[in-house]
């Protein structure tokens, strides 16, 4: 079996001929590389560390001018300056859940999410490791009120 090459490549379910999710418009951003502070390890903890960002927005319905869209510059913008000021996580997938969070908070239009980040250059012979999630706005209301117990 020939590896992933892209993050948004054929899906598992895909795969296994069951139905796909978020059909419909969406907002691709491929390759946002900011820094973070991010990482378990001790070397890790002393400044930020590159990582690059995947994400493609599902919209729940089709984009409206009357406030019903997805603001891809502001996105980007929201994500950046989120990471410049959060402290130090010490797992990339507790960052991704975040970074999740505030994507559904953030954007009303927002219906579904893949998100997928990577540290570049983080273990020599691999073009990328990194995580994947993805989520519906189910998802993320479920977790909301499981966190607020």
Do not use: N
């Not at 691999?126 to 909301?144: I, N, P, S």
């Amino acid at each position: 079996m020939k590896p992933v090459e892209e993050p948004f490549g054929l899906s598992l379910a895909t795969a296994a001929g069951l139905p796909q999710r978020g059909r419909g418009w969406s907002v691709f951003i491929e390759a946002l590389a900011v820094p973070a502070r991010v990482g378990i390890h001790p070397h890790e903890h002393g400044a930020p560390q590159a990582i690059v960002i995947d994400a493609r927005l599902g919209y729940g319905s089709a984009p409206s001018e009357a406030g019903g869209w997805i603001d891809y510059d502001g996105y980007c913008t929201c994500i950046a300056d989120f990471l410049a000021h959060k402290p130090h996580t010490r797992l990339l997938e507790t960052l991704v859940a975040d970074i999740a969070e505030l994507s559904f908070r953030r954007w009303p239009a927002l219906e579904t999410l893949t998100l997928s980040v990577h540290k570049p250059k983080i273990r020599p012979g691999t073009r990328r490791v990194g995580v994947t999630l993805e989520w519906t706005r189910t998802d993320y209301l479920q977790w909301c009120s499981v966190s607020e117990r």
